[in-house]
């Protein structure tokens, strides 16, 4: 019975594998296309953007540091791959203030024409468990990571609808389809951005614009750094379990617009570890229980 259920659920996933190219939309043409990516100073969101910028797009960063911005614009510059190209930077924080947004995205617009994909790569993690984090900390990551994809989407999607062309994606996480020790304000945030997704697709699809979520595992970049200085033991005991993959890896994958299947196979895996995870939590549990024993005996 066991075999004949994964037997199903192999062939149900090369199924969807097969069929995907046929209901899936055309890619978007980047070359002269106009690419916000927000959060695009460091980590996958700068990946992105020079992925976008060595095939011919037109590029907003969007992040908080203008100093890392003005960085990551001349490291970007490099993969031009003609004399018009251009890196526009504004500095703002998306989660913040809507009108303000609203007014950088107009800004962008203005000078680089409207925007034909938007990258929503700007959030942060948190990690702890459940009792110790303070309530602002949700609050915070509930600003960042769901507001500060919000009002982005929010400020181009008109254009979009008006242009009948366009395209939205959200960064997630593996986190934002599986809940895990330790992220309770971070997972949850996460998960927000998946109702977002899929509602909003409802909505705009019948003006041929796409919306896509990425949810990219483990990567190599300064926020999964300091996500590890928070960790529980028992996160970093599941962190381990699983490779930590390279940001250039993960934008191509986003660019490419593969994520649909791809992260439909990361989900199917992800149910996989559920077990490991749960027995490692487990263990912790009764080794911490036997240590608050130990030191109340001695």
């Given at each position: 019975m066991l075999l004949l259920a994964a037997a199903f659920l192999v062939a149900f996933v090369l199924l969807l594998y097969m069929v995907s190219p046929l209901i899936s939309p055309k890619p978007l043409a980047l070359p002269g296309a106009h690419v916000v990516v927000t959060g695009g100073s460091s980590g996958i969101g700068k990946c992105i953007a020079i992925e976008c910028y060595k095939q011919g797009a037109f590029i907003t960063l969007v992040a908080r540091n203008e100093d890392k911005l003005l960085q990551a614009k001349k490291e970007i510059e490099k993969h031009s791959i003609n004399d018009k190209q251009v890196v526009l930077c504004i500095s703002v924080d998306v989660s913040q203030d809507y009108s303000q947004v609203e007014n950088v995205i107009k800004q962008a617009q203005e000078k680089l024409g409207p925007v034909d994909m938007l990258v929503n790569c700007a959030g942060?993690?948190?990690?702890?468990?459940?009792?110790?984090?303070?309530?602002?900390?949700?609050?915070?990551?509930?600003?960042?990571?769901?507001?500060?994809?919000?009002?982005?989407?929010?400020a181009v999607i008109t254009t979009m609808k008006e242009r009948r062309v366009g395209r939205i994606v959200f960064v997630s996480s593996q986190a934002g389809q599986l809940g895990l020790f330790g992220f309770t304000a971070y997972s949850s945030s996460k998960f927000a951005i998946r109702g977002l997704a899929e509602a909003l697709q409802m909505e705009v699809k019948p003006y041929n614009v796409y919306v896509t979520v990425a949810y990219p595992p483990d990567t190599d970049t300064p926020g999964f750094a300091e996500e590890n200085?928070?960790?529980?033991?028992?996160?970093?005991?599941?962190?381990?379990?699983?490779?930590?993959?390279?940001?250039?890896?993960?934008?191509?994958?986003?660019?490419?617009?593969?994520?649909?299947?791809?992260?439909?196979?990361?989900?199917?895996?992800?149910?996989?570890?559920?077990?490991?995870?749960?027995?490692?939590?487990?263990?912790?549990?009764?080794?911490?229980?036997?240590?608050?024993?130990?030191?109340?005996?001695?």
């Open positions: 942060m993690s948190l990690a702890g468990k459940f009792e110790d984090l303070e309530v602002s900390t949700f609050e915070r990551l509930m600003s960042v990571n769901y507001l500060g994809s919000v009002y982005p989407s929010r200085k928070t960790k529980p033991l028992e996160t970093r005991l599941i962190s381990e379990t699983t490779s930590v993959c390279k940001p250039e890896q993960v934008a191509k994958q986003i660019v490419k617009d593969a994520i649909v299947v791809t992260m439909g196979l990361f989900r199917t895996i992800a149910l996989f570890y559920l077990g490991s995870f749960d027995s490692i939590v487990r263990r912790c549990m009764v080794q911490r229980a036997k240590s608050e024993i130990a030191d109340k005996t001695a």
